[in-house]
Every structure is written in structure tokens, then in C-alpha cells.
């Protein structure tokens, strides 16, 4: 609300089709504001939350940012004795085009490298105490693949592999969005096929 972005379009028209009950401290700056979100999913019995994620450099000032507003609530809500949502991600694969200056190359070392980093990055900004898991394995979720040239099963080999090393030997638990057809282990599918 104090900058407008993503509130009111550039010719100055409602960029919202929904609105907030109150605009009041709307923003992803205020742990006051997260505190009130978290705790209107908690009323709503929801017991994940999955963070839209965009780790590219361009849109790190805030997602990177918005997430350590997160915990920060997250901590606060938690020594006021109240039990949070556990947080998974939402990994919004637009953001792939950006660090790779167009669609990105999955099946090429530079594309699973970034694809990796923005899972490790996320990850690395939720501590394991509010990490959403499902046997044991935090929780990706994979927006569609039409930011990807080109991917194989090998990129989801790289990013289990190096999420193990990088985290005391965890495994992802990852649900792919249906465009991504993919074939593994422990990666579930979500969305409905197009027609």
C-alpha cells in the first residue's frame, strides 16, 4: 500500500480484482500484517502456508525480504504460545526466465544450478522449526513448465541431490504442476490436463 506496486496499474486504474478487507498496513514490509494474515488462516483451519517464491535476482528485494518478515511473525506469533502453519514453497517458476534471460535450459548445468538455488535459497531463509514437511521432506510445489526449454529427470535428480548435501541429508517432497510430466520418485502431480 505504500508504494502502490501491484495496487494501481501504471495508467492509474485498480490493479486489484480483489480486495483486502482493509488496506490498512497492507503490505509485505509489516510483521504486524503477516501476524494478522497467519492468524486468518489459522481461524480458516489451514495448516500450510505455500509462499509464492520468485528467487530471481530482479525479485529477491522481495521475496527474499518478504520471507524474513514472515519468520519474524512467525517467531513472534509462537512465543505469544500460539502453533503457526508450517510454510512449503511455492515455487513460481516464472522467475526462471529471468536469471536465465529467457526459457531456461533445465537439462543444461547453468539451468539446474538456478532452478537448484531458488529451492536452496527458500529454504534457507525458513528455519526447520516452521518447515512444512510430508514424511519428513519439505514441501515444493512446482508452478507450470512453460518457463523451461528443455528438462529431463535429470534436473530433479541435481536438486534432491544438493538439497541432501545442503540439508542435513533431507529429501524434497515435490508436486509438479502436470505441464512438468514428470516421471520419479516421490514427485506428485498436481492441476488439471488441459484440454
Known sequence: VYTNVHIIDYDGTDALQDHPASMEDFSWRSVAWHKKEVKDMMEAGIDIMLPVYWGSASEKYW?????????????????????????????????LQQDAGGRIDLTADKGKAIFYRMIRDFYSLIPARFRAEIDGKPIVWLFVADYAIAYNQDFINFTREHFREDFNGKDLY????RSWNIQADNVYAWGAALN
Do not use: H, Y
Open 63 to 95: 521475496s527474499v525480504e518478504g520471507l524474513k518478515v514472515l519468520v519474524q511473525a512467525l517467531d513472534e506469533l509462537t512465543a505469544e504460545g500460539i502453533e503457526v502453519p508450517k510454510v512449503g514453497m511455492f515455487f513460481d517458476t516464472t522467475a
Open 174 to 177: 515435490i508436486v509438479a504442476e
